[in-house]
C-alpha cells in the first residue's frame, strides 16, 4: 500500500462485511502496518540460510576426522575405541541432517527447492533406504511388500529422503519398538507409498497440523521425541512439488499410516 | 608414481582433513587457499583438481570455467566441492567433471577420485 510520504508498505487487511447490517450498511475495514515484521523475517530467514551452510563447514571436518579416526581404530583393532567412534559418527549425521533440514526450510520459504527429475525404481529406493534404518534400530523389524510394477519420474535424492523421513518418524514414535510395514502399489497411473507403524499414534487435533513447520507430537506422559518438526513440513513440500499428495491415518495408541503418491508419467 | 591431486580450499580445517584423507590413499597432495594463481596460470599442473565454490576473492565456478576453456588445462578433471546442494548443478553447466556436498564421506570423495586418477 502507498503511504502518504510516497513510499510502499506492507499491511494486512481484514474485512468484515456488515452490508446487510441496515444500521451500519458498509463494509469495516482493518489495515495493519506489517512492514517491519516482514523485514524482520526476511532478516531471519536470511540469517538461517548463512548459518546453515556456516555450520555444514565445520561438520565437514569432523565428520573426515572421525571417519579417519575409525578407520585408524579398525586397523589396530581396538574394539572399543571403534564402538565408541561408531556413536560419535552417529551423532555427527544426526546434527548434519538437523542443519540440512534448516537449509531446506529456509530454500522452501525462498521458493528455491529445486527438483532434478529422473525416471527411477521406487520399489528399489524403498529397499536401499530400509536397510538403512534398519541399521539404526534393534528392536523393530522392517518389513517391504513391493507391488509398484512402474517406474516414477521424480527427484530420486527427494523422494529417498521422503522415504527415510517417515520410516525413521516410524522408528521415533514407535520407541516400544515393534513392526513397521512399508509397502508400494500402482493405482492407475499413480504409484502410492505407504509406511505403518503401532506406535503411540496422532491424536485428531493434531492429525492436521503434523505437516506445519516446528510440529511436535507429544505424549500426555510429557514424554519428548527429539527434533526440530521439520521432516514432516519439507516431505509435504517435495511431495507437493512434485504434484503429488501426502497424508496420514492415525488412531491415538495404535500407530500411524502414512502415506504419499507419485505419478508414473513424465510431467 | 603417485598421482598428483590439487585441493583449492580456504578452510584449513576442511583442507587439512582432505589432505590426510587423500595422502592416506595414496596421493600426492598440493594445496592452495586462494585461486588468483591459477587464474593467472601460475601453479603446476595436478591430475585433477578438487575445488570449492566457495573461495575468497573469487568464485570456484570461475575458477573451474577458465580451466575448462584454456587449451593447456581443459583436460584436467575437476571435482567441484560446496556445502550447498544446488551448486551442483552449476558446477556441471561450468563444466565440472564431478561434483561433492559437503559434508562428505571420505570413502566418497578417494571413489569419486578414483573414477578419474587410476
Known amino acids: ?267 | 608414481m603417485k598421482k598428483k591431486i590439487l585441493i583449492v580450499e580456504d578452510d584449513t580445517g576442511v583442507l587439512d582433513v582432505l589432505r590426510i584423507i587423500l595422502e592416506r590413499a595414496g596421493f600426492q597432495v598440493s594445496v592452495l587457499t586462494r585461486g588468483e594463481s591459477i587464474l593467472q596460470d601460475d601453479f603446476e599442473h595436478p591430475d585433477l583438481i578438487l575445488l570449492d565454490k566457495q573461495l575468497s576473492g573469487v568464485d570456484g565456478l570461475d575458477i573451474c570455467r577458465h580451466l575448462k576453456t584454456r587449451a593447456a588445462t581443459k583436460h584436467i578433471p575437476i571435482i567441484m566441492t560446496s556445502a550447498t546442494p544446488d551448486v551442483a548443478r552449476l558446477a556441471i553447466e561450468a563444466q565440472a567433471d564431478d561434483f561433492i556436498e559437503k559434508p562428505f564421506n571420505n570413502t566418497e570423495v578417494v571413489g569419486r577420485i578414483r573414477h578419474f586418477v587410476k
Do not use: C
Open chain 1, 1 to 267: 500500500m502507498r503511504h502518504k510520504n510516497g513510499g510502499y508498505r506492507n499491511v494486512e487487511a481484514v474485512f468484515v462485511n456488515l452490508l446487510d447490517n441496515p444500521r451500519i450498511h458498509g463494509i469495516i475495514a482493518n489495515y495493519r502496518d506489517v512492514t517491519e515484521r516482514r523485514a524482520l523475517e526476511k532478516q531471519k530467514d536470511e540469517f538461517l540460510a548463512i548459518a546453515s551452510h556456516e555450520l555444514k563447514t565445520p561438520m565437514t571436518s569432523i565428520k573426515g576426522y572421525s571417519q579417519l579416526l575409525l578407520e585408524t581404530f579398525e586397523q589396530s583393532e581396538n574394539q572399543e575405541a571403534v564402538m565408541l567412534i561408531e556413536k560419535l559418527e552417529g551423532q555427527v549425521e544426526r546434527l548434519t541432517n538437523l542443519i540440512k533440514d534448516l537449509l531446506d526450510v529456509t530454500s522452501i520459504k525462498e521458493g528455491q527447492l529445486k527438483l532434478r527429475k529422473v525416471k527411477f525404481d521406487i520399489n528399489q529406493l524403498v529397499v536401499n533406504v530400509a536397510e538403512q534404518i534398519q541399521r539404526t534400530t534393534n528392536i523393530h523389524v522392517l518389513t517391504t511388500s513391493l507391488k509398484a510394477d512402474r517406474e516414477v519420474w521424480a527427484d530420486k535424492d527427494r523422494i529417498e529422503q521422503v522415504v527415510a523421513n517417515l520410516l525413521s518418524n516410524a522408528v521415533k514414535y514407535s520407541p516400544n519398538g515393534g513392526k513397521i510395514n512399508i509397502t508400494t502399489k500402482t493405482e492407475g497411473d499413480i504409484v502410492k507409498v505407504s509406511v505403518k507403524d503401532f506406535g503411540i499414534g496422532i491424536d485428531k487435533q493434531m492429525k492436521d497440523k503434523v505437516f506445519d513447520r516446528f510440529a511436535r507430537v507429544t505424549e500426555p506422559s510429557t514424554r519428548t521425541f527429539p527434533g526440530l518438526g521439520l521432516g514432516l513440513y519439507i516431505a509435504r513440500e517435495i511431495i507437493e512439488r512434485h504434484h503429488g499428495t501426502i497424508g496420514v491415518n492415525s488412531n491415538k495408541g495404535k500407530g500411524s499410516l502414512f502415506f504419499f503418491t507419485l505419478s508414473g508419467k513424465k510431467q
